[in-house]
């Protein structure tokens, strides 16, 4: 079979079809798991005021932020300490530990949170992160 | 009453952006509406987000009264510059029948679905993406709270990442707040959420300047149903912004080399340039498109004025990126991205890259991530050398291929170690890519559209 330009458009224009209708049949499966997500949580999220979305998000965690926030005053500095020792570097605890020293720093802001013994000093208030209970306090210094 | 405020800072981006674009653009019949109204936001945000850093970088309170001076000073400036011509589009599509089959307004129908769930989802919930707030929200919380940039204050402050990202976008999220009075998450991802269908506007219109509106819309649909891209758009993560500019940048950039009007020169350079402050990776981009460009003129035939393209292109992005360049060097913002004698590159490249392409090809091939977008790429890329439908495609692939090499560079010569480089590349792989995909789609409609090509 001699391939013409005739054949060569017929050819191409199929297979952009099979590829378009593979690419819809894939997609069909994202706009069905937006519109489950649509209804069992963006909708219901709607019904909430900020304060109730920040729980959504970072759940009893948001509650300790606010707990330190009304406890603490504006910039002064917190220590973060883990407990019973710093976990190691790059293992899960570790990474949660570096969660929650970043999401309070930006929660809690302008006030200071600081890491380590250098900076216990300055710090009136210590924030301790129990690896083995999971738990977060606030202590005062 | 907040939504209200909100709007009426869009309205304001939209207003100032329309200025500074009728300035450059004094014809009546180059743009559409919606384009221009895409331009206007993706303009009017570099220059809300810019008036707002240099009115902090001057030590001047940030307040909304300022900014709006601004603002006010520039629409009345370019009101009276224009006159009637002010507020002029063309307005011929208002009479075209644009859709004419079942099928084109089912993919219109799924366009509107993306673009509406992803406003839906950013606006229900406060930042809940890591970078979203640690690298970007947090910034513009700091300038809020502060009414100023602290710089000082901010690069020894814990928990402020990354201090040598570009501030365009953190200084315009700062004036959205300044707009509603307080820190309110939502609404910022709701903003971030405009370049999502920035884009896909944009596209579109690129599209169906050379075809029919059926396939433009098919076109439009694949880049809307991106998983990944739908996914991040509703984050506030900044590669959804960034992408924007990046298809700003290059679809003008072509568009002038196919129609050789100076407009479309200047539109493509101006967001080049605004990219570049938007994310670093906007810096390299605009390495490789003066690269890009380089080869073209030198090995393709192109009926424009070589000198002069290649002075723009190189120019206004770097003239509008200078300042924070000055600023990057006077506060020592850089970081380090290379240590050690040249020669131990090799070794790097050796120990690296295999992990690199490991990592990369598993991610790009993963259809939960990407559909089938890079195996359509493949697909068009063997098709493109066997029978190139447009030479001057040569572009889009040679900017892919740079961009690409400097994400890898970057990888391969970064001093951190093994296992850190690992959990790096596995954050920024769904990433990166993400800014390309308006010029691999691109090139895919290009390469395979013939049939589709309007009269």
Redesign the interface.
């Known amino acids: 079979m001699k391939w013409g330009k005739r054949e060569i458009t017929a050819l191409e224009k199929n297979l952009v079809t099979v590829i378009f209708v593979i690419w819809c049949i894939l997609a069909f499966r994202l706009v069905i798991s937006q519109v489950r997500r649509t209804l069992d949580f963006v909708l219901p999220a709607y019904s909430f005021n900020l304060e109730e979305k920040y729980e959504l998000i970072d759940g009893g965690f948001y509650n300790f932020a606010k707990f330190c926030e009304a406890r603490v005053q504006e910039r002064a500095s917190m220590v973060f300490k883990v407990v019973p020792q710093e976990p190691a570097f790059r293992s899960p605890e570790w990474f949660t530990k570096e969660y929650l020293v970043g999401r309070l720093s930006y929660l809690l802001y302008p006030r200071k949170i600081l890491r380590g013994q250098d900076a216990a000093g300055e710090a009136r208030h210590a924030i301790v992160f129990d690896i083995d209970s999971q738990s977060l306090r606030l202590d005062y210094r | 009453m907040i939504f209200l405020k909100f709007a009426l800072s869009i309205l304001n981006i939209i207003i100032s952006g329309y200025a500074i674009l009728r300035l450059f653009s004094r014809s009546k019949k180059e743009l559409p509406l919606g384009e221009v109204s895409i331009l206007s936001f993706g303009i009017g945000t570099a220059f809300v987000g810019l008036e707002t850093f240099l009115l902090a970088l001057f030590k001047r309170p940030l307040s909304l009264g300022y900014i709006l001076l601004f603002s006010t000073a520039l629409i009345i400036a370019a009101a009276l510059r224009l006159k009637k011509d002010f507020f002029c589009c063309d307005k011929s599509w208002w009479k075209q029948k644009l859709f004419y089959s079942p099928f084109a307004i089912f993919l219109l129908i799924?366009i509107i679905?993306?673009i509406f769930?992803v406003f839906?989802?950013s606006a229900?919930?406060?930042?809940?993406a890591?970078d979203a707030?640690?690298s970007w929200?947090?910034k513009a919380?700091?300038f809020f709270?502060?009414k100023a940039f602290p710089v000082r204050y901010c690069t020894g402050?814990?928990?402020f990442?990354h201090p040598d990202y570009p501030v365009l976008i953190p200084f315009a999220e700062t004036y959205i707040y300044l707009f509603l009075g307080q820190i309110?998450e939502?609404l910022i991802k709701l903003f971030c959420s405009f370049f999502y269908a920035g884009m896909i506007v944009l596209f579109y219109y690129q599209l169906k300047r050379q075809f029919k509106p059926e396939f433009a819309l098919?076109g439009c649909?694949?880049l809307a149903?991106i998983?990944n891209l739908?996914n991040l758009a509703s984050t506030a993560y900044m590669d959804v912004p960034i992408a924007f500019y990046i298809t700003g940048g290059i679809l003008y950039i072509w568009r002038y080399l196919k129609e050789k009007n100076n407009l479309f020169l200047i539109l493509g350079s101006l967001f080049t340039g605004l990219g570049m402050w938007v994310k670093n990776e906007g810096f390299s981009f605009w390495l490789a498109l003066v690269l890009a460009a380089l080869m073209i003129c030198f090995f393709l035939k192109l009926n424009i004025e070589k000198k002069r393209f290649l002075f723009v292109i190189s120019f206004i992005p770097f003239l509008i990126y200078f300042p924070w360049l000055v600023f990057k060097y006077y506060f020592r913002l850089g970081v380090t991205y290379f240590q050690g004698p040249l020669w131990g590159v090799f070794d790097l490249i050796k120990e690296r890259l295999p992990m690199i392409l490991n990592i990369w090809a598993r991610s790009l091939l993963d259809?939960g991530k990407w559909?089938?977008l890079w195996v359509?790429f493949i697909?068009a890329l063997i098709?493109f050398f066997i029978?190139p439908r447009e030479k001057l495609a040569w572009i889009f692939l040679l900017i892919t291929f740079f961009q690409s090499a400097f994400y890898f560079i970057i990888y391969i010569i970064w001093p951190i170690t093994l296992?850190d480089l690992e959990l790096q590349i596995l954050n920024s792989v769904d990433r990166l890519p993400l800014q390309l995909v308006t010029i691999i789609l691109f090139f895919i409609c290009l390469q395979?559209?013939?049939?589709w090509k309007s009269s």
């Not at chain 2, 229900?124 to 809940?128: E, Q, R």
């Not at chain 2, 395979?448 to 049939?451: A, D, K, L, V």
């Open positions: 799924l679905w993306e769930y839906l989802e229900s919930i406060p930042f809940n890591w707030w640690a929200g947090f919380k700091i709270q502060e402050f814990p928990g990442a309110h939502p098919a649909l694949v149903t998983p739908a259809a559909n089938i359509g697909i098709w029978r296992v395979s559209g013939e049939r």
